[in-house]
Nanobody, 125 residues
Framework: QVQLVESGGGLVQAGGSLRLSCVIS????????MAWFRQAPGKEREFVAA????????RYVDFVKGRFTISRINARNTVYLQMNSLKPEDTAVYYC??????????????????WGQGTQVTVSS
């Protein structure tokens, strides 16, 4: 049984910051990859950032590099997405995804079977 619960979204002005959290409930001692994706109205879900089990591998989509940082604290079963210098085009529902038995940091949504319910991020201009 896997459960993911995101939090931390909200309304922020352009240039502001938010930190998203994803708390994970999973009964496994095997490594698992985590990622953040986002979906704006009328658009497909798109990759934002991913992190490997040990945090040594992180991957970002180009348009968030230098602004967003993904991290995880396994002892807290939590993955974070620190978002700085937010832009109106960052407005979307943000989802965390989990892939069991994986030591990498996959970047496509089809590689993540487990998802949270999403948290809304709205950036005003």
């Amino acid at each position: 049984q896997v459960q993911l619960v995101e939090s931390g979204g909200g309304l922020v002005q352009a240039g502001g910051s938010l930190r998203l959290s994803c708390v994970i409930s999973v009964l496994t001692t095997n490594p698992y990859a985590m990622a953040w994706f986002r979906q704006a109205p009328g658009k497909e879900r798109e990759f934002v950032a991913a992190i490997s089990w040990d945090g040594r591998i992180t991957r970002y989509v180009d348009f968030v590099k230098g602004r967003f940082t993904i991290s995880r604290i396994n002892a807290r079963n939590t993955v974070y997405l620190q978002m700085n210098s937010l832009k109106p085009e960052d407005t979307a529902v943000y989802y965390c995804g989990l892939r069991l038995n994986n030591v990498g940091a996959p970047m496509t949504p089809t590689e993540y079977p487990y998802w949270g319910q999403g948290t809304q991020v709205t950036v005003s201009s």
